[in-house]
């Protein structure tokens, strides 16, 4: 089993910045496609970020092209969402996501995250942007 616990949300005004970390614990597999996904009450799970352990191109969400970064801590198995330039729009619930057999290749060819692809998932961590 794969543990993932958040941290870093909180609230900011909009053209802030917040920077969200998961950490990851529990069974080891020797690869992952780590990424986040955010969702409000109601609404579909949106994947916003995604990148593989073994290195290679980041995937984002048109929506947060240029303002967000992913980043890997593989010494310490983490990974971080950096969020600058943050909008109102942006507001939601954010959550850590492991695939321990999926590639990038098939998010950058869908150009979107399937949810269904992500086997581990965090608690989550709330995220809030007012204007």
């Known amino acids: 089993q794969v543990h993932l616990v958040e941290s870093g949300g909180g609230s900011v005004q909009a053209g802030g910045s917040l920077r969200l970390s998961c950490a990851r614990s529990g069974y080891t597999y020797p690869r992952y496609v780590m990424g986040w996904f955010r969702q409000l009450p109601g609404s579909e799970r949106e994947g916003v970020a995604a990148i593989s352990t073994d290195g290679g191109r980041a995937f984002y969400h048109d929506s947060v092209k240029g303002r967000f970064t992913i980043t890997l801590d593989n010494a310490e198995n983490k990974v971080y969402l950096q969020m600058t330039n943050l909008k109102p729009e942006d507001t939601a619930m954010y959550f850590c996501?492991?695939?321990?057999?999926?590639?990038?290749?098939?998010?950058?060819?869908?150009?979107?995250?399937?949810?269904?692809?992500?086997?581990?998932w965090g608690q989550g961590t709330q995220v809030t942007v007012s204007s």
């Open positions: 996501v492991a695939d321990p057999t999926g590639w990038m290749d098939g998010i950058h060819g869908l150009r979107r995250m399937n949810p269904r692809e992500f086997d581990y």
